[in-house]
Every structure is written in structure tokens, then in C-alpha cells.
Nanobody, 116 residues
Framework: QRQFVESGGGLVQPGGSLRLSCIVP????????IAWYRQAVGTERELIAR??????LYADSVKGRFTISTDGAGNTVYLQMNSLKPEDTAAYFC???????????WGQGTQVTISS
């Protein structure tokens, strides 16, 4: 069963940076909108960034701090996260937008914890 594979999370102090990676198996990412989502404990999964041919969109909570990108012709999507805040603490996932569009399962996610 195909599954998104996220990596790059960790424990970072406030103000720090992380770069997350997402391997997208079996599809051409240029043909779809690919998104990053996050889910903090006790909350619903939240859409935070998406990339598509010709554009990128961000949630207000991350705009100006996070950047979504791809590796061009490959199958990896990145999320560069700068100026991290404690409220960014969550498990981060990638998927299509809308999610579950191409029969690829949600991955395990990668945990991001912002704490001093």
C-alpha cells in the first residue's frame, strides 16, 4: 500500500528552523496540489500550506515563516519552517489537496516540538 513518507521533525527552541521532507510515491507531483497539514494534540488536522503549478498558498498562522517547495522533477515536497513558535508544535503530514485524492495513505507524520 502506497504511503506518504514524512521526515525532518525534531525538538527546536523558539525562533529556530526546521526543514521537513515528504516523499510522494507513485504520482507526478506536478499534476496535483500537494499540501502540508499538521495536527496538535487534541485538535483536528489543519491545512497549512499547499503547492500547485503556478502557485503556493499558506494558512495565516504560518504565512511569512514557512515555505513549501518541491525538488522539481522528483517526488519530494519540502516545508522550510523558520521563526518557529511553541504553537507550531504538532505532528506534520503531507497529502494531496484535497486529501486522499489518489489512493495514497496518510503517512506516520513527523513530530515537531518547539520548546525552550
Amino acid at each position: 500500500q502506497r504511503q506518504f513518507v514524512e521526515s525532518g521533525g525534531g525538538l527546536v527552541q523558539p525562533g529556530g528552523s526546521l526543514r521537513l521532507s515528504c516523499i510522494v510515491p507513485g504520482i507526478s507531483i506536478s499534476s496535483y496540489t500537494i499540501a502540508w497539514y499538521r495536527q496538535a494534540v487534541g485538535t483536528e488536522r489543519e491545512l497549512i500550506a499547499r503547492i500547485f503549478t503556478g502557485g503556493r498558498l499558506y494558512a495565516d498562522s504560518v504565512k511569512g515563516r514557512f515555505t513549501i517547495s518541491t525538488d522539481g522533477a522528483g517526488n519530494t515536497v519540502y516545508l522550510q519552517m523558520n521563526s518557529l513558535k511553541p504553537e507550531d508544535t504538532a505532528a506534520y503530514f503531507c497529502n494531496t489537496y484535497p486529501s486522499n485524492l489518489v489512493g495514497i495513505s496518510w503517512g506516520q507524520g513527523t513530530q515537531v516540538t518547539i520548546s525552550s
